[in-house]
């Protein structure tokens, strides 16, 4: 039986930047990115990785957008723009007058 490829989806998440998973800024491709309480590694493209590795700073909020593929049982991320964002707002509770 042959083995079928699925095609890549599209993908719009947004998340707290943590980290770049390389040690040396310089050869970063690769971003941790805190996603409701999941780390996720989001690989960038390179035109996008010479903007990003001298202006992101850990806990900046950003919007990554991309493709994703199955790669065997893991799911691979790489994102084809990034938009640093303000963080969103808490939202209150309106107590009822008693």
Known sequence: MAET????????????????????PIKAKTIRLEVEGEVLAIKLRKEVRRVLRSRLQPGDYLRCIGRSELDGDTIKLKAHQVFTLLPPRPTFCQLPDT
């Open 5 to 24: 490829t699925l095609p890549p989806w599209m993908f719009n998440l947004d998340g707290t930047f943590l980290n770049f998973v390389e040690a040396d």
